[in-house]
């Protein structure tokens, strides 16, 4: 018999969204899965279930025709059974336990069943009868995909409340050296972020690094974490940003291109200032005084290059990716949104943190803040520039971020590539 706490119609369940004609004729996405009716083969649909809870969230609804949008139904006299063989199928084929939401409604005349499945706590969910390995899925644009290696390390580590650049590199030995040119850097941008004398900033030491999760213990010496070593040598061989210039609007025509690698903080400057070489520099005249500035906001395109460098997922074979086109500024940071945020919440201000060591270290030198406000303070910067606000973009495996560039006549007196490219100055 179902029980009352998972099933329960909508009229009961005030807090369960009732599915609407709109969204159902938008059509599957990311979150959302039709089917015309339960597959007896509950396989088909358990991938689904999975893939849901290791990822945002989403839902299933029976009776609506994937292909047409048509709202088909089920037969109401079957409805609970059917919510029964679903429940049934979730409690004995999924590992570690999802509790769905199983509802109906009737929506134009017609019964259809939903299921929701909430982002879980103790990744990752798998099919029990398919192993972790082979029976774990994520959501990838609407689709539910096997996890590849590096994806079912990073759930492994999410489920035990773990982060990738916390643990101790085993590969790699304590050197002072290092441990020396990372404090003194780190005060340098202390004072500089303070805009403070460095004189007045206290020294960092080793103490410090230990404190703020760089370096570990072990006896008389020190072991280096994952964090420390992307903060200084970065052996690490995808933990580098490749940037390009790009004739037109695609990635068929090299013009310039540049691979930083080291410290991560240094990559962010070197990306940063590779940005600004090439877009447009130009002057605005506000009354009688002429101001130059470029034709997108650099605050918010630095801000887009930390976030993508800060909130990546290392274990991807990956590099972050910067690529200058005609029409355009495009971000790409490897791995999936985490912790189960949806896309609306994390241009919200919500935030869960990836890598927490770089995360407070980048905050301690004035990189980032700790409060989720990164693409808030983007798309700020893009109002008051006056320019169309960036486009965020979740790709499943990989998140991207779109500055879209200036047009001719929008008001700059002249452009020119920026700074030292050689090219010539243009009239708008």
Request: charged content about 25%.
């Amino acid at each position: 018999m179902y029980s009352e706490t998972i099933f329960k119609s909508v009229s009961q369940k005030e807090q369960v969204k009732k599915m609407t004609v709109e969204e159902i004729k938008n059509g599957e996405s990311k979150n959302i899965e039709f089917k015309i009716q339960l597959p007896d083969d509950s396989k088909k649909y358990m991938k689904t279930i999975v893939a849901f809870a290791n990822t945002s969230g989403g839902k299933i609804i029976i009776g609506v025709d994937d292909g047409t949008k048509d709202i088909i139904g089920v037969d109401p006299s079957t409805v609970f059974q059917i919510m029964d063989k679903i429940a049934n199928a979730i409690s004995d084929m999924c590992t570690p336990q999802i509790v769905p939401d199983i509802t109906f409604q009737t929506i134009e005349g017609k019964c259809i069943v939903q299921i929701e499945i909430y982002p879980g706590q103790n990744r990752p969910y798998y099919i029990q009868g398919l192993g972790k390995e082979n029976g774990t899925y994520i959501r990838v644009a609407g689709t539910s995909r096997p996890a590849d290696e590096a994806v079912l390390k990073e759930l492994e580590y999410q489920g035990a409340g773990k982060s990738f650049d916390e643990f101790v590199n085993v590969e790699s030995a304590y050197s002072e050296e290092n441990t020396i040119r990372l404090c003194s850097d780190i005060r340098k941008y202390i004072a500089e972020s303070k805009g403070t004398p460095i004189e007045k900033v206290k020294e960092i030491t080793d103490v410090n690094l230990e404190n703020w999760g760089l370096l570990k213990k072990s006896g008389q010496t020190y072991l280096p974490t994952n964090a420390f070593i992307l903060l200084t040598d970065n052996t690490f061989r995808f933990a580098k940003i490749q940037c390009a210039l790009f004739k037109g609007e695609n990635r068929a025509v090299f013009i310039d291109r540049r691979e930083f690698d080291g410290p991560l903080y240094s990559q962010i400057e070197e990306a940063y200032q590779f940005v600004l070489k090439h877009i447009n520099l130009g002057a605005v005249i506000d009354g009688i005084v002429r101001k130059d500035r470029y034709e997108l906001p650099p605050e918010s395109i630095r801000e887009a290059i930390i976030n993508s460098v800060c909130h990546r997922c290392y274990l991807d074979h990956s590099c972050v990716q910067v690529a200058v086109y005609d029409n355009r500024v495009e971000i790409t940071s490897p791995g999936m949104l985490y912790g189960g945020l949806t896309m609306e919440q994390a241009i919200s201000g919500r935030s869960k943190i990836r890598n927490v060591c770089i995360a407070e270290v980048f905050s301690r030198m004035g990189i980032i803040e700790q409060w989720g406000t990164g693409f808030q303070r983007m798309i700020q910067g893009c109002r008051e520039y006056g320019v169309r606000e960036p486009e965020f973009i979740d790709m499943g495996d990989a998140f991207r971020v779109n500055f879209y560039r200036s047009v001719p006549g929008s008001g700059m007196e002249t452009m020119t590539r920026g700074e030292g490219t050689g090219i010539e100055s243009q009239k708008n």
